[in-house]
């Protein structure tokens, strides 16, 4: 598992599922990026509904999801699939949970199952509702992070609660072109997070921080090791 992918897959989401946006290395200059604007709608949505609602499930282990509440994607934002009774919510988030300058943010191909803690589904998952609604509306990057920074200015998106987290421990993902496309990890939101203090983005850590780039929300991420089904995961490198 290469450095690189594991700065790419730390989404937000906001989930952030939540990319850091750093451009790959091996991108010659001025080269043009191989997602310059979103493709069509349909190339995003999952034909299969059964299909989508496995995959958000896989995010967590089978014990938490079983009886998470679950929502799909479709041509106008995501749509209650099946009703939770344990407060967690599990989705499949698209690339334009990235950064917004992540080059993978129009990316038709990724797939991000993550499961919300019940923190989290009512503090961090309405800014990936949020933001869905917005790129589903035609709007453009610039757009969809104007009226995002607008939203928190006044205040029209729920605060941070303390203990929100999610799950993204599904081998089935598809976070990234680069290689591995995956990692079995947690995701931890705070509004301020002192990496130092917790070891992280060094050498041989398990733990990466993240910061949001149009709310106020930063964290940290830990590689699990292990999938959602028990078996083995890698875990990631700096």
Not at 159 to 176: D, H, Q, V
């Amino acid at each position: 598992m290469s450095g690189k992918m594991a700065k790419t897959i730390v989404l937000v989401v906001f989930v952030l599922v939540v990319g850091l946006g750093a451009t790959p290395q091996g991108q010659a200059q001025g080269a043009k990026p191989p997602y310059p604007s979103m493709a069509p709608l349909d190339q995003y949505l999952i034909a299969d509904r059964n299909a989508e609602i496995a995959l958000a499930r896989s995010a967590a282990p089978e014990s938490i999801s079983r009886d998470a509440k679950v929502a799909v994607l479709g041509p106008h934002g995501y749509e209650t699939a099946v009703e939770g009774k344990n407060g967690f919510v599990c989705i499949v988030e698209r690339g334009w949970m990235n950064t917004f300058d992540n080059p993978e943010y129009w990316n038709p191909k990724n797939r991000s199952p993550i499961c919300f803690n019940p923190p989290a589904a009512r503090t961090v998952l309405p800014i990936t509702y949020l933001r869905t609604n917005l790129v589903l509306t035609g709007k453009s990057k610039a757009e969809v992070k104007e009226s995002i920074q607008a939203a928190v200015a006044e205040k029209q998106l729920p605060a941070l609660e303390p203990g929100a987290m999610c799950y993204m421990m599904s081998k089935n993902a598809y976070l990234t072109d680069d290689d591995g496309h995956d990692l079995a990890h947690l995701m931890f939101f705070a509004t301020v997070v002192d990496g130092a203090a917790l070891g992280a983005d060094l050498p041989g850590s398990p733990v990466l921080t993240f910061k949001e780039d149009a709310v106020p929300i930063s964290g940290f991420i830990v590689g699990t090791g292990v999938w959602s089904d028990g078996t083995p995961a890698p875990l990631m490198s700096q």
